[in-house]
C-alpha cells in the first residue's frame, strides 16, 4: 500500500473512533443519570455507602472466594450496586463502545505509524492521539474496578475532546522528522511521557469525583443531595483507585523523564539544562512526589492530598499544551 | 469486620508520631528546641510543603528568560531592554538565573536535610526489624483486613487419625516459607511477614537523591561547555583560546583539556524537497578527521550521535554558510581573502555577517553582507526561499573610514561599530552602493576603494564540546532512583497471620492478613495460602469438611 493511502486510512480509522466515542459518551451519561436516580428506598445510598466504606478492602476478592468450600469471607455491597435493571444494559454497552473506540484508535495510531515509517508519535497531533489512546488503554485495563468504570463519562469526554482538538487545531499530514527529533530515545521517551499521561488523566478524574464525594460524605446525612455524588463510588474507594493508578504512572514518568535527560545529553551534552519543558516536567514530578507523601501522612490524606494530584495533573497538561505553543525552547519543534 | 483498614492503613512512620507531636516546645531549654524543630523538620508535612515549595520556585524560570541555561543567550538583555523598569528588580532577586539562585538552592538543600534525617532513622529501623522476630499474632483475627476461616472435621470413627492442631500448624508454616515469608510459631499461632524489600527500596530512592546531588556537582565544579563554528575544510584544536564561547566551571583545569584536533573535511545537509514542510532539515552529516595522540581517525558527526573523546563529547548543533570572499583594496593589494561565518537569520538561512579589512589602503573597508542561498527578490527585500544552494547571492553594504579595531577594545566579529565610518554611495547619487553578487562574480567599488570578488561558499558547522565528569555518578543515581522507587512502589509488605485452634478434632484455621501499605494486600494471597494448606491437608487425611457457621 502506498503512504497515501495508509495515511488515509489512519485518518479515517480516527475520525471512527471519534464517532463510536461519541456513542459512548451518549451511553456513559445515560447510564451515570440512571445511576443517579433517586434510589426507590429513601436513604438507601447513604447506608450502602457506609457498608462500602466498611468492607471496600476486599471489594473485588470477595466475588471470587470460593463460595461453599467451608470458608467464610467478608463480603460487601460495593460492586453489587453496579448494575440493576436497565442501568446494566446500558452500563455494558457504555463499556463495549469505549473499548471499541480504543480498539479503532489504537488501529489508527498502528497504521499512522505504518504510514509514516517511524513511530507515530512526532507531533502534536500523534501525541494527542496517543495520549488518548493511553488514557483508553487504562481505562479499559481498570474497568473491573467500579471506582474507574464509574468516572467513565468524564474519560471519554476527555479523550473526545483531545481527538477533537487533534484533528481539528493539531491536524499533521504524514511527514518525516527533523534530525534531532530521529533518535530512539525518543521514541521511549515520548511514549513513557504519553503513556503516563493517559493513566494520570485516570488519575486526576478519579481524585478530582473523591474529592466531591468526601466533600458530600462530609455533610449531615439530612442534608446530602441525592443525586450524581450520591451514587459515586466511596470517596475512600475513589481515593484508593487514584493512588493505584498514580503508582503505576509515576514510575513511569519517573522513567520518562531519566530518558529524556539521557536523550537530551545524547543532543546537545548536557542532561538537564532547565528548558522550560525540562523545568515542567520536573515541576509534574515533584508535584505528584507531594501527592505520595501526601497520601502517607496523618492529616494531609485524602482530599488534600487529592489536590496534589491535581496540581501534577494541571502541570503536566500545561508542558503538553502551553510550552509548546507559548514557549519558545529546544522543544519548541512540535510541528504547529 | 470494622472500620480498621478502609481509611488508614497500618503503618509505623515515625514521621507520622512527629507529625502529632506537641505544637510547641515548652519550657524545653535549647536542646529541646533544638530536638523540636529537627523533629519538624523531617517530619512528612515538611517534606510535602518543600516538595511543594520546589514546585513554585522552578515556575518563574521557566517563564522568564534565564542566564547560563540553554536557550538563546541573548533573551535576557532584550527582555531588559523591553522591560527597564521591572528587569532590575528582578534581576536582584535572582529571577533571570532562579536555578542557581540561593532561594532555589536554600529549599533543595532544606529538602534533602530533611529527607537525610528522615531516612536514615528508618534505615536503622528496618535493619533491627530484618533481625528480629514477626510480631505476635493478634487475639482476635477476625478485625483483619483480609479474613478466613477454614474448618476440618476429623473423623476418628474411621480409624483414621485426625487432622490435629499442630499438624495444621506445620503446613502453614511450610506453606508460608515456600511463599518465603518470615515466620514465627507460638502458643499455636503463626506470624508471618514479607515485602520488607519494599522498605529497602524506599530507602535507595531517596537516598539515591543524595547521589544525585553529587553527580550534579561534579559537573557543575569540574566540568566545562564550550561552542565553536568550524568552516569546512578548517581545522579545530582543543584548546580554550580557539573557542568562540568557552565557560568552564569552578575548578576546571583549563590548561588540561583534552588533547585532541581535527580538520572538519566536510558537510552535508539535506532538506525536504516538497511538500508543506518544504525546506525543514532531513539530516546533517559532518564528516572529520580526528587526531588524538598517536591516533588518526575519521568520524561523523550527526545530530544525536556525538563524538566521544575520553569523556569529551562534541555534538553538532547547527550549521550554515561561509561565503568566500577576496577584497582588493585601492592599491590591488589583497586586503582580505577567505570564508566569513555568516549568522543564519531564518529557516531558510538568510544570513549576515560581516567582512572587515583594516589593512586595506587608502581607507579601512567594512562590508555588511546578506547572504542567501536561494535568493528570491520581490523588490526591495531580498530573502532566501530554501535553506539550499540553489540560486546563491551575496548582498553587500560598503563602509570606508576607522573600523576602530586600532584602540585594543573587543569587538564582534558579527558587527561593524559604524561611528567612525562612512558609507560607500553609488557615484553620482544619494542611494547606497550596494552591489548583488553571485559566486564568481566581482565588483568594483566607487572612488577606486578596490574590488570585491565573491569567490564561491563552504558550509560550516556549529559544534557543542561539553565535559561533564559527574554524568556517571548521575547516571548511576537515576538507575537508583527508578530501581529503588518501582521496588517501593510494586512490593507491598504485609503480614500474615495463622490461628489454629483444635477442638475435639475438628480444627479450625483462621487466616487474616495485614497490609502495611496503602495498596492492600496482594489479590488472592490469603485464599492462595489457605487454600495450598487445605490440599495438603486433604491429601493426608481426607477429612470430612462442613461449612462454617
Ligand atoms: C527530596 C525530595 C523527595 C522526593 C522526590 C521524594 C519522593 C518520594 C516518593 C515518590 C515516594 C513514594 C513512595 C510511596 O508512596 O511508597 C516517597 C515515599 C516516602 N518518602 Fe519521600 N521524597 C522526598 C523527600 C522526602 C523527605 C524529606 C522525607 C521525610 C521527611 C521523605 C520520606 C518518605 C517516606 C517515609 C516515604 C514512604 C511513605 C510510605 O511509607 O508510604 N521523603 N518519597
Known amino acids: 500500500m502506498t503512504t497515501d493511502l495508509l495515511a488515509r486510512l489512519s485518518d479515517g480509522l480516527v475520525y471512527s473512533t471519534i464517532a463510536v466515542l461519541a456513542l459512548a459518551l451518549l451511553a456513559h451519561a445515560a447510564s451515570t443519570a440512571l445511576r443517579s436516580l433517586p434510589t426507590r428506598h429513601p436513604g438507601a445510598s447513604s447506608t450502602l455507602s457506609v457498608s462500602a466504606q466498611v468492607s471496600a478492602a476486599g471489594a473485588s476478592r470477595a466475588a471470587e472466594a470460593p463460595g461453599a468450600t467451608g470458608s467464610t469471607r467478608e463480603r460487601d455491597a460495593t460492586d453489587t450496586r453496579a448494575g440493576e435493571g436497565p442501568g446494566r444494559v446500558v452500563g455494558a454497552s457504555a463499556v463495549s463502545l469505549t473499548v471499541l473506540g480504543t480498539l479503532l484508535l489504537l488501529a489508527g495510531v498502528i497504521v499512522r505509524g505504518l504510514a509514516a515509517g517511524r513511530a507515530p508519535w512526532g507531533n502534536m497531533f500523534e501525541f494527542l492521539l496517543v495520549l488518548s489512546l493511553a488514557a483508553g488503554g487504562a481505562y479499559v485495563a481498570l474497568v473491573r474496578r467500579r471506582a474507574v468504570r464509574e468516572a467513565g463519562v468524564w474519560i471519554v469526554a476527555l479523550m473526545l475532546l483531545a481527538l477533537g482538538l487533534a484533528v481539528t487545531s493539531f491536524y499533521t499530514p504524514v511527514d518525516d522528522l527533523v534530525p534531532v527529533l530521529d533518535s530512539y530515545w525518543l521514541v521511549i521517551h515520548v511514549a513513557a511521557a504519553i503513556i503516563s499521561g493517559g493513566v494520570f488523566t485516570i488519575g486526576a478524574i478519579t481524585a478530582a469525583l473523591g474529592i466531591l464525594r468526601r466533600r458530600w460524605e462530609a455533610r449531615p446525612v439530612t442534608e446530602r443531595s441525592q443525586r450524581y455524588v450520591a451514587a459515586l463510588p466511596t470517596a475512600s474507594s475513589l481515593d484508593r483507585a487514584s493512588h493505584a493508578v498514580h503508582v503505576f504512572a509515576f514510575p513511569v514518568w519517573t522513567f520518562a523523564v531519566i530518558a529524556g535527560a539521557i536523550w537530551a545529553e545524547n543532543a546537545w551534552g548536557r542532561y538537564w539544562g532547565w528548558d522550560p519543558k525540562e523545568t515542567w516536567a520536573f515541576i509534574t514530578w515533584v508535584f505528584y512526589a507531594a501527592y505520595l507523601h501526601a497520601q502517607s501522612t496523618a492529616g494531609l490524606r485524602g482530599s488534600r492530598a487529592s489536590w496534589f494530584a491535581l496540581a501534577g495533573y494541571v502541570a503536566f497538561l500545561f508542558n503538553f499544551f502551553g510550552v509548546n505553543l507559548w514557549i519558545s525552547g529546544l522543544h519548541s519543534y512540535a510541528g504547529v | ?549
Open chain 2, 1 to 549: 469486620m470494622t472500620q480498621l483498614h478502609a481509611d488508614k492503613p497500618h503503618r509505623e512512620d515515625p514521621d507520622e508520631a512527629a507529625a502529632t507531636i506537641s505544637p510547641s516546645p515548652v519550657g524545653i531549654g535549647v536542646l529541646g528546641w533544638a530536638r523540636w524543630a529537627w523533629r519538624r523538620l523531617t517530619s512528612m508535612r515538611t517534606a510535602v510543603i518543600l516538595l511543594t515549595l520546589l514546585a513554585l520556585a522552578a515556575v518563574p524560570g521557566s517563564l522568564l528568560p534565564q542566564r547560563g541555561v540553554a536557550s538563546d543567550p541573548a533573551a535576557v538583555p532584550q527582555f531588559y531592554a523591553e522591560n527597564p523598569d521591572i528587569s532590575p528588580w528582578l534581576d536582584r532577586v535572582g529571577l533571570f538565573g532562579v536555578y542557581a539562585s540561593p532561594w532555589f538552592a536554600a529549599i533543595y538543600l532544606l529538602l534533602l536535610v530533611s529527607m537525610t534525617g528522615c531516612v536514615l532513622p528508618r534505615c536503622a529501623k528496618l535493619w533491627r526489624d530484618f533481625r528480629s522476630e514477626p510480631t505476635k499474632a493478634p487475639t482476635r483475627l477476625d478485625h483483619l483486613e483480609d479474613h478466613r476461616r477454614d474448618v476440618f472435621v476429623g473423623r476418628r470413627d474411621h480409624g483414621e487419625t485426625s487432622t490435629s492442631r499442630v499438624d495444621a500448624l506445620e503446613l502453614v508454616e511450610s506453606a508460608l516459607r515456600r511463599r518465603r515469608f518470615r515466620v514465627r510459631v507460638a502458643d499455636g499461632a503463626v506470624s508471618a511477614e514479607k515485602g520488607h524489600v519494599r522498605e529497602a527500596g524506599n530507602l535507595l530512592f531517596h537516598l539515591s537523591l543524595l547521589v544525585l546531588l553529587f553527580g550534579i556537582a561534579g559537573g557543575r565544579l569540574y566540568g566545562y561547555e564550550a561552542r565553536v563554528a568550524v568552516v569546512a575544510g578548517e581545522s579545530f584544536t582543543n584548546v580554550a583560546s580557539q573557542y568562540d564561547d568557552f565557560s568552564p566551571s569552578v575548578w576546571t583545569d583549563v590548561n588540561a583539556l583534552e588533547p585532541f584536533s581535527f580538520r572538519l573535511e566536510s558537510f552535508e545537509a539535506d532538506f525536504e524537497t516538497s511538500g508543506a514542510r518544504r525546506g525543514e532539515p532531513r539530516s546533517f552529516d559532518a564528516r572529520l578527521r580526528v587526531e588524538s595522540g598517536e591516533d588518526s581517525w575519521t568520524a561523523h558527526v550527526r545530530p544525536n550521535q556525538p563524538l566521544e573523546i575520553n569523556g569529551t563529547k562534541m555534538f553538532l548543533t547547527g550549521h550554515g554558510y561561509a561565503p568566500v570572499v577576496t577584497v582588493r583594496d585601492g592599491t590591488g593589494a589583497t586586503a582580505y581573502s577567505g570564508p566569513v561565518i555568516f549568522l543564519p537569520a531564518d529557516n531558510n538561512l538568510t544570513s549576515d555577517g560581516v567582512i572587515k579589512a583594516p589593512d586595506a589602503r587608502p581607507a579601512q573597508l567594512g562590508l555588511e553582507g546578506l547572504f542567501l542561498p536561494t535568493a528570491a527578490d520581490i523588490g526591495d527585500g531580498a530573502f532566501s526561499a530554501y535553506p539550499d544552494l540553489v540560486n546563491p547571492r551575496l548582498l553587500l553594504t560598503v563602509w570606508t573610514g576607522d573600523l576602530g579595531l586600532d584602540d585594543g577594545l573587543a569587538q564582534s566579529v558579527y558587527t561593524l561599530d559604524k561611528s567612525r565610518l562612512q558609507q560607500v554611495m553609488r557615484p553620482g547619487s544619494d542611494q547606497p552602493f550596494g552591489p548583488q553578487l553571485a559566486p564568481g562574480q566581482t565588483v568594483r567599488l566607487p572612488d577606486d576603494l578596490g574590488t570585491v570578488t565573491f569567490d564561491g561558499v563552504r558550509r560550516f558547522a556549529n559544534f557543542q564540546v561539553a565535559r561533564d565528569p559527574g554524568k556517571e555518578l548521575s547516571l548511576l543515581a537515576a538507575l537508583m532512583l527508578l530501581g529503588g522507587l518501582t521496588t517501593s512502589l510494586i512490593v507491598r509488605r504485609r503480614r500474615v497471620y495463622v490461628r489454629v485452634h483444635d477442638d475435639a478434632g475438628t480444627v479450625v484455621v483462621q487466616y487474616a492478613g495485614q497490609s502495611a501499605t496503602r495498596r492492600g494486600l496482594p489479590h488472592g494471597e490469603i485464599d492462595s495460602i489457605a487454600d495450598d494448606v487445605r490440599h495438603e491437608l486433604d491429601r493426608h487425611r481426607q477429612p470430612h469438611r462442613k461449612d462454617a457457621p
